[in-house]
């Protein structure tokens, strides 16, 4: 691995905000460094609106993030590349450098809350492995000094076209998955026709139960009030279920209950952010947080009351009551995230694999990544030994309540 890091130890700019780099003879694509959104937004915004991205790189989205969540000693690193004979723009990658443990690392825009690392492509024209590997090379040309680079959760395609990171050479499958499904057809119908046999009678059975609760009503957040109300909802069911469970929950950091919190507000104006309650007469029994973009709905955040009505699956519930709603309103694909729960199968949703980019530039990022990499390797091995498994999941929810004074 040591002969890995020496070519790449070299890899440094100096260059201003916006400079792009000198390109070697020959080269097919030029990289331009930005460290503000300000310098990128108007490209940002056309990349967003007319190519191909995900729901996790809206550039709202990564406002809310540069404003909330970036730690203040990271330095934004966006990356544009542009065809070299045409100098039209081909895609933004939006990166960011922080200290770890005593060295620098580039990593995506994320903070804890994009489940994907996407570039934002300007059109769905193919990538090769040839032209994403030059494509790479301009981005490295132009990166600020770093002792490694780890990307994850990079699905292998966006919106139909395949991802360039993915297909690096130094990709490699990760230790996580992501699950969605296709839905089509007329609304009324889709669950049935989509979802698996057993999902759909479990899932109409638990909505008769609910029914007969009082009524029941899936409830969009649709204003301010709403947002205020539902969100709310959201983070006291999902805080109680994870301390129940003896689990570590993003939402409990303000920050981060905060940027999500912004981010529906936000997404009132165009529909971006969308958030939903599923309502047992005057009792919310679970709450859908989603992001839309491109025909995709995104499943970000769920919480669910599990004793508000007995012997019912409120998520499974909501998942069922969002995928009709989803499809009436014109989506055509439901992503369930990232994550192997047992309840995404039992839909019927299709699995894929994300890949990661994780390597050293210098001899102190080499021993990082590859301890990275080896404690992937254990939890993949714990992971996949249920027995194992069980107890190491048992052992941290004690230890968790125990720091907790639970």
């Not at 369930?336 to 047992?342: I, P």
């Not at 039992?346 to 894929?352: D, E, I, N, Y």
Request: charge should be neutral; proline fraction near 4%; glycine fraction near 10%.
């Amino acid at each position: 691995m040591a002969s890995q890091a020496m070519p790449m130890a070299a890899m440094t700019t100096g260059l201003a905000d916006g400079e792009a780099a000198p390109h070697a003879a020959g080269a097919a694509y030029v990289a331009q460094l930005h460290t503000s959104l300000e310098t990128v937004k108007p490209l940002w915004l056309r990349l967003e609106a007319a190519g191909v991205c995900t729901g996790h790189q809206h550039f709202a989205w990564a406002e809310g993030i540069v404003e909330g969540l970036v730690p203040e000693n990271a330095d934004l690193a966006i990356v544009e590349v542009r065809d070299v004979a045409t100098g039209e723009p081909r895609m933004l990658l939006p990166l960011m450098r922080r200290p770890a443990f005593g060295h620098r690392v580039i990593e995506w825009l994320s903070c804890g809350v994009c489940d994907y690392a996407a570039p934002l492509l300007a059109d769905a024209s193919p990538w090769t492995q040839q032209s994403a590997e030059a494509a790479w090379a301009a981005v490295l040309n132009v990166l600020p000094r770093a002792d490694r680079i780890h990307i994850a959760g990079i699905p292998k395609q966006v919106g139909g076209v395949d991802n360039p990171l993915a297909l690096l050479s130094q990709a490699r499958d990760s230790i996580h998955s992501h699950y969605g499904i296709a839905m089509d057809g007329d609304a009324e119908t889709v669950v049935k026709r989509i979802c698996r046999p057993s999902f759909v009678k479990a899932l109409n059975k638990d909505l008769r139960r609910l029914d007969r609760n009082g009524g029941l009503a899936l409830v969009e957040a649709d204003t301010p009030a709403l947002v205020d109300s539902i969100f709310g909802k959201l983070v006291d069911m999902r805080l109680s279920r994870f301390r129940e469970l003896g689990r570590f929950d993003l939402l409990a950091q303000p920050a981060v209950v905060d940027f999500y919190r912004k981010a529906a507000q936000r997404g009132l104006a165009d529909g971006s952010v969308r958030i939903f309650g599923l309502r047992a007469g005057d009792v919310t029994v679970a709450v859908q947080y989603l992001a839309a973009h491109l025909g995709t709905l995104h499943a970000l955040l769920i919480a669910i009351d599990q004793a508000a009505v007995p012997n019912v699956s409120p998520g499974l519930c909501i998942m069922g009551e969002l995928i009709r709603w989803g499809r009436g309103a014109g989506f055509n694909y439901f992503d369930l995230s990232v994550g192997n729960q047992s309840y995404k199968e039992h839909m019927g949703a299709v699995k894929s694999v994300l890949s990661e980019l994780c390597f050293g530039i210098t001899l102190k990022g080499v021993a990082a990544s590859e301890a990275i990499k080896y404690r992937g390797r254990g939890v993949a091995f714990v992971r996949d030994n249920p027995r194992l498994f069980k107890v190491a999941q048992e052992f941290m929810q004690r230890w968790r309540r125990l720091r907790s004074g639970g």
